[in-house]
């Protein structure tokens, strides 16, 4: 399993913009991308000082096939932005609400935030 690089940060809701790693070894070696959105929901019973403990709810969307016309960047290109659009439809599926990447508070499930 490759994560692509910057993309597991801790309970942050949001689809991270990704980098071409993994959609380059997947497109080289003619695999599938099984593209995955992560739903995060806070339960208001403490984890400890800084956090509330918060359930998950792993999404598993369409797989992504590289296309054997195209060359490899063109079929990563391709594939890593398959795949964040993918991302970013889930995202506000579950969330309800578009996605932007202005930060808030809100953005990091389970923060008790003493104001930013």
Not at 9 to 38: D, M, T
Not at 83 to 93: G, L, M, P, T, V
Not at 96 to 116: M, N, P, Q, R, V
Request: aromatic share 16%; glycine share 4%.
């Amino acid at each position: 399993m490759i994560y692509p690089e910057q993309e597991m940060w801790f309970n942050y809701r949001k689809p991270r913009p990704l980098k071409r790693g993994a959609y380059y070894y997947a497109a080289a070696n003619q695999v599938p991308i099984i593209s995955c959105f992560v739903e995060i929901h806070d339960i208001r019973q403490k984890d400890n000082e800084q956090f509330y403990k918060t359930e998950y709810i792993m999404h598993v969307l369409k797989p992504i096939y590289p296309d054997n016309s195209k060359d490899i960047r063109e079929n990563s290109l391709r594939m890593m932005e398959t795949d964040y659009r993918q991302k970013r439809e889930a995202y506000e599926s579950a969330y309800g609400k578009k996605l932007y990447y202005e930060f808030g508070k809100d953005d990091i499930a389970g923060w008790i935030s003493k104001d930013i």
